[in-house]
């Protein structure tokens, strides 16, 4: 094994002092170095979801990560950056072995029938992905066993005798100290748990391999301090430190292949099967080509990840293993992790045996990709738990129905003035309140750049919302009707209108215009979580493809648009935000 490993490999461009090769993998990559022309490229923003256990279906938990991972690669595409989305499927373990055992499947028939619900899933809420990772994959393998070699080699592995509490739904081993005995309410049966998940754990005396964890916490801890931000909501930061400076266990990072068959072998013993974690984990390198990197283009591909977006039960795995891992390696760190919270049902936690969950595919069905996109950003927490509910899906859509798309149906569709003029004219409503709503305007992307960076998806949004509001109340109380009852339908003054007539089209486009370019702007920033109505509003607005990035949110910044390029009569074409089919 180890030896095809190595021929393989050397094909690798790599220079020889390369922290991402063995020192194998570098003397035969030393041999090809020259064949690179070296050029360097700009790194992409990187960002991934966790790869997903194909031993269930999805659930709206699996979209609200797809969803806010998706929002967080728009935007820095929105501001003209390449931007790479990584997702995929997690194939290997116990979890997956059982779950096919108990179909009655080959276990790889089992993963080619199920990891297909989690593409599909992605596709059916507009989700951009670039790379679509299965662990099964060829390329994962020779990843992984490649990133062992370089543990191994330097003398992070080592075998030993373990024994302990292991759950097979959370892939991990308990202490002692974190299991206890529980009375299963459904079953009746006593049974040992996680105190943390409540899952449960049976004991477990093997031999097997470990990863020297205990030998990296001080360099932990470092990396912790310099990097303030690396884990979000502090909190989470908080606890992370916290369970580290506690002190930290050698890890088990391999099973005895007669428990575990189902996974990647250890390239040199395979009686043993590398710990599914460690296997994951990877999957974020394996995309980012890792370890065939070229000299001078070693970030081409993303690495390090700008961004890991996952669920706050896996922040252990995330956020001290990983990062052992890698500093083991003295590979760069991805830069932040984005923990999130979860979604309850009535207020109790989704459980697939009690029959408290939400399918996602019948929500997207329902109600779109958008509207769950918004609604999920809009009301899904980072901090605290949300409950979901199809009461409150409705609730918020008619408010984007009331605020956004009646302010883009009086401004089209308004009789007396005439959009494209306004725009042409490129004259702002000079009243203080006009002035005010400018100043508005120009914050907003600032406030919105704010809370992007701050990965707060929902608080960017609500700003572009609440100018929304704040356009509204403008528009209502400059009441530009009233002016232009002294214009026809196409906004020129009537024959017999008063002398000043010419003034108050003047301040009719000017109104207009305020209200118009409001609406551009927030359709341009919007486009990040509800990309197929903004494009519709933009293309009522006649705003240019070319003309709809980050940089062009701003006052004054295009004076081209104005004429609809599509039907803006009576019918669901001409509106933003059409009825929903159900209020039920």
């Given at each position: 094994?180890?030896?095809?490993?190595?021929?393989?490999?050397?094909?690798?461009?790599?220079?020889?002092?390369?922290?991402?090769?063995?020192?194998?993998?570098?003397?035969?990559?030393?041999?090809?170095?020259?064949?690179?022309?070296?050029?360097?490229?700009?790194?992409?923003?990187?960002?991934?979801?966790?790869?997903?256990?194909?031993?269930?279906?999805?659930?709206?938990?699996?979209?609200?990560?797809?969803?806010?991972?998706?929002?967080?690669?728009?935007?820095?595409?929105?501001?003209?950056?390449?931007?790479?989305?990584?997702?995929?499927?997690?194939?290997?373990?116990?979890?997956?072995?059982?779950?096919?055992?108990?179909?009655?499947?080959?276990?790889?028939?089992?993963?080619?029938?199920?990891?297909?619900?989690?593409?599909?899933?992605?596709?059916?809420?507009?989700?951009?992905?670039?790379?679509?990772?299965?662990?099964?994959?060829?390329?994962?393998?020779?990843?992984?066993q490649h990133f062992w070699l370089m543990l191994k080699e330097r003398g992070y592995i080592y075998e030993s005798k373990h024994e302990?509490?292991?759950?097979?739904?959370?892939?991990?081993?308990?202490?002692?100290?974190?299991?206890?005995?529980?009375?299963?309410?459904?079953?009746?049966?006593?049974?040992?748990?996680?105190?943390?998940?409540?899952?449960?754990?049976?004991?477990?005396?093997?031999?097997?391999?470990?990863?020297?964890?205990?030998?990296?916490?001080?360099r932990l801890l470092e990396f912790y301090a310099d990097n303030p931000q690396f884990v979000e909501p502090s909190s989470r930061m908080?606890?992370?430190?916290?369970?580290?400076?506690?002190?930290?266990?050698?890890?088990?990072?391999?099973?005895?292949?007669?428990?575990?068959?189902?996974?990647?072998?250890?390239?040199?013993?395979?009686?043993?099967?590398?710990?599914?974690?460690?296997?994951?984990?990877?999957?974020?390198?394996?995309?980012?080509?890792?370890?065939?990197?070229?000299?001078?283009?070693?970030?081409?591909?993303?690495?390090?990840?700008?961004?890991?977006?996952?669920?706050?039960?896996?922040?252990?795995?995330?956020?001290?293993?990983?990062?052992?891992?890698?500093?083991?390696?003295?590979?760069?760190?991805?830069?932040?992790?984005?923990?999130?919270?979860?979604?309850?049902?009535?207020?109790?936690?989704?459980?697939?045996?009690?029959?408290?969950?939400?399918?996602?595919?019948?929500?997207?069905?329902?109600?779109?990709?958008?509207?769950?996109?918004?609604?999920?950003?809009?009301?899904?927490?980072?901090?605290?738990?949300?409950?979901?509910?199809?009461?409150?899906?409705?609730?918020?859509?008619?408010?984007?129905?009331?605020?956004?798309?009646?302010?883009?149906?009086?401004?089209?569709?308004?009789?007396?003035?005439?959009?494209?003029?306004?725009?042409?004219?490129?004259?702002?409503?000079?009243?203080?309140?006009?002035?005010?709503?400018?100043?508005?305007?120009?914050?907003?992307?600032?406030?919105?750049?704010?809370?992007?960076?701050?990965?707060?998806?929902?608080?960017?949004?609500?700003?572009?919302?609440?100018?929304?509001?704040?356009?509204?109340?403008?528009?209502?109380?400059?009441?530009?009707?009233?002016?232009?009852?002294?214009?026809?339908?196409?906004?020129?003054?009537?024959?017999?209108?008063?002398?000043?007539?010419?003034?108050?089209?003047?301040?009719?486009?000017?109104?207009?215009?305020?209200?118009?370019?409001?609406?551009?702007?927030?359709?341009?920033?919007?486009?990040?979580?509800?990309?197929?109505?903004?494009?519709?509003?933009?293309?009522?607005?006649?705003?240019?493809?070319?003309?709809?990035?980050?940089?062009?949110?701003?006052?004054?910044?295009?004076?081209?648009?104005?004429?609809?390029?599509?039907?803006?009569?009576k019918g669901r074409e001409g509106v933003v935000f059409p009825p929903l089919d159900s209020d039920l």
């Open positions: 094994m180890r030896s095809q490993l190595l021929n393989t490999t050397s094909y690798v461009f790599k220079c020889i002092n390369s922290p991402w090769q063995c020192r194998s993998t570098r003397i035969a990559a030393h041999l090809y170095r020259n064949l690179s022309n070296g050029c360097p490229t700009e790194k992409p923003y990187y960002v991934t979801t966790p790869i997903f256990y194909v031993n269930a279906d999805p659930h709206v938990g699996h979209l609200y990560t797809i969803v806010l991972t998706d929002v967080l690669k728009r935007f820095h595409a929105l501001k003209g950056r390449k931007a790479i989305l990584c997702t995929g499927t997690d194939e290997h373990g116990m979890k997956i072995q059982r779950a096919a055992e108990k179909a009655k499947q080959d276990v790889r028939a089992f993963c080619n029938e199920n990891f297909s619900a989690f593409n599909r899933l992605a596709t059916l809420a507009n989700v951009q992905y670039d790379h679509f990772i299965r662990t099964s994959e060829p390329d994962h393998r020779f990843a992984v302990g509490w292991y759950s097979v739904s959370d892939e991990t081993f308990y202490p002692p100290s974190a299991v206890h005995l529980i009375l299963d309410p459904a079953t009746g049966r006593k049974l040992m748990a996680s105190q943390e998940t409540g899952k449960e754990v049976e004991w477990t005396s093997e031999t097997n391999y470990h990863f020297r964890m205990s030998t990296l916490r001080d908080q606890d992370v430190v916290s369970q580290v400076t506690s002190g930290l266990s050698d890890l088990s990072i391999s099973r005895p292949v007669e428990r575990l068959s189902w996974g990647i072998p250890v390239p040199d013993d395979t009686s043993q099967t590398i710990y599914v974690w460690l296997d994951a984990l990877i999957n974020y390198l394996t995309k980012a080509n890792y370890p065939f990197q070229v000299p001078g283009q070693e970030h081409a591909a993303g690495w390090p990840a700008d961004v890991h977006v996952i669920g706050k039960d896996i922040v252990r795995f995330h956020c001290i293993y990983w990062p052992a891992f890698l500093l083991a390696l003295d590979l760069p760190l991805p830069k932040q992790i984005l923990t999130h919270a979860h979604w309850t049902l009535g207020h109790e936690k989704m459980s697939k045996s009690t029959g408290n969950v939400v399918n996602p595919f019948y929500a997207l069905e329902r109600f779109g990709s958008d509207t769950m996109r918004y609604y999920l950003v809009h009301s899904g927490g980072i901090q605290d738990d949300s409950d979901y509910d199809n009461q409150y899906i409705i609730e918020r859509y008619k408010l984007l129905q009331g605020n956004l798309g009646n302010l883009v149906t009086r401004v089209v569709r308004g009789k007396g003035w005439n959009v494209r003029r306004a725009v042409a004219s490129g004259q702002t409503d000079d009243s203080a309140e006009g002035k005010a709503h400018v100043e508005a305007l120009k914050r907003l992307l600032t406030s919105v750049d704010h809370w992007m960076a701050k990965l707060h998806p929902g608080a960017a949004m609500k700003q572009v919302l609440a100018v929304v509001q704040q356009t509204n109340q403008y528009m209502q109380k400059a009441s530009p009707w009233d002016l232009s009852a002294r214009t026809d339908e196409h906004g020129v003054p009537k024959a017999t209108t008063h002398l000043r007539v010419h003034q108050h089209v003047e301040k009719v486009d000017s109104i207009i215009y305020l209200c118009a370019e409001s609406i551009r702007i927030c359709g341009i920033l919007l486009q990040t979580v509800m990309p197929q109505r903004m494009k519709h509003l933009l293309n009522l607005m006649g705003v240019d493809e070319g003309r709809r990035m980050f940089k062009d949110a701003v006052v004054g910044a295009d004076r081209e648009y104005g004429v609809p390029m599509v039907d803006i009569g």
